[in-house]
């Protein structure tokens, strides 16, 4: 290797970020890979790389000892005094070995190691860029399918869309552009495994962070969402400001800021609550669009009893009880829903929607 070769390392280091010390140590120890493959396994050698020049000298380390048994190793004290007087027993004498044509076999590593080590440099690069980037949305290019995974174009690298992380019934097209959520990214011996997802209710919550500058601003905050991809979400703010109506900020004018994330969800329904101190409030707004006369709360058992009108029994409950089920993980509450008769017929009391009213605590939104 030649003065060119270090110029050339100097590049890369400032190109790519890799020193050149790494460079060398990764080199020398490769070269003493292909030295004792190439000249004799048994020894023991080392490999100097001059950081200068690029000249390269290969030693072979031995022992002194008494008597020698094994020349490849080991050299006796006689022997190493003639070399140099200062040597004594267990001290190691390093005596050049460097082949005629090694030359030619530490250029052919050099070019072996510096193409690993780049590669190994832009992949520390991307796993830093990403691994950054985990829980944010980014948007990629359908790249291609390989048994049921969607590979995604992310710029720099590729992420996966994993059959478990695609909303059943969406349609995949190569070529079209997509927002995924960055679920996960992990190292491998082949670079960064970027995970990405489309049903995680995380996309939702990013979503509304681009499309609702009072979330961006923390005017309004996401309490929970609760999401059953595909088919619906329940998502609960509130507002910081008494004069900002959180369901309002997120519905925007004319529902513009929510139709831009349904359509980006692809016709997902979007229920958007107020989140509420009062747990009474917020089980019996979490069941929106239905209606709630009365909510009863065990605070030991975290349940909840919600009476409705018999009008809205199937409504409270959803289809296959979808409204229910999301409703509860977005409260963190289990509900059970019954109907005013029903209510009426278990205990006797009778509850009509213009004399009856929710109880509601007197806290105001955080």
């Not at 690993?116 to 520390?124: H, L, N, P, S, T």
């Not at 710029?155 to 097209?173: D, F, H, M, R, V």
């Not at 979400?233 to 529902?255: H, L, M, Q």
């Amino acid at each position: 290797m030649k003065a060119e070769f270090i110029e050339a390392l100097e590049e890369i280091e400032k190109e790519k970020g890799i020193s050149k010390d790494t460079i060398f140590d990764a080199l020398e120890l490769a070269l003493i890979s292909g030295y004792k493959k190439n000249f004799g396994s048994s020894q023991n050698v080392e490999v100097d790389i001059n950081r200068e020049s690029g000249e390269v000298k290969v030693y072979a380390k031995k022992s002194v000892v008494d008597v020698v048994e094994d020349e490849l190793l080991e050299i006796s004290l006689e022997d190493a005094r003639s070399l140099d007087n200062k040597y004594d027993i267990d001290d190691v004498v390093k005596i050049e070995v460097t082949p005629r044509n090694f030359g030619r076999i530490a250029a052919q590593t050099a070019k072996q190691v510096v193409t690993q080590k780049i590669k190994e440099a832009e992949r520390e690069i991307i796993f830093d860029e990403f691994i950054n980037r985990e829980n944010e949305i980014i948007t990629g290019i359908i790249q291609r399918f390989s048994k049921n995974n969607i590979l995604i174009n992310l710029g720099k690298t590729e992420g996966i869309l994993a059959p478990s992380e695609q909303i059943q019934g969406e349609a995949y097209n190569q070529a079209s552009r997509i927002k995924t959520y960055i679920l996960e990214v992990k190292k491998t011996t082949k670079g960064p495994q970027i995970s990405l997802s489309r049903t995680h209710p995380g996309l939702v919550k990013r979503l509304f962070e681009l499309e609702v500058p009072e979330i961006q601003e923390g005017v309004v905050d996401i309490y929970s969402i609760s999401r059953e991809a595909g088919s619906r979400t329940k998502i609960a703010v509130y507002s910081n400001d008494e004069n900002v109506d959180p369901v309002g900020a997120c519905v925007g004018f004319k529902g513009a800021r929510v139709k831009a994330i349904v359509d980006e969800l692809n016709g997902e329904k979007i229920d958007i609550i107020t989140w509420s101190k009062d747990d009474t409030e917020f089980i019996s707004n979490s069941l929106s669009p239905a209606k709630v006369l009365k909510v009863e709360i065990d605070e030991k058992e975290k349940s909840a009893l919600v009476v409705v009108p018999d009008y809205q029994l199937s409504l409270a409950i959803g289809k296959e009880g979808q409204n229910a089920r999301l409703a509860a993980k977005l409260t963190g509450w289990k509900i059970d829903i019954k109907s005013e008769s029903q209510y009426k017929q278990e205990t006797g009391i009778s509850l009509t929607d213009d004399s009856y009213e929710i109880e509601k605590s007197d806290n105001n939104f955080l």
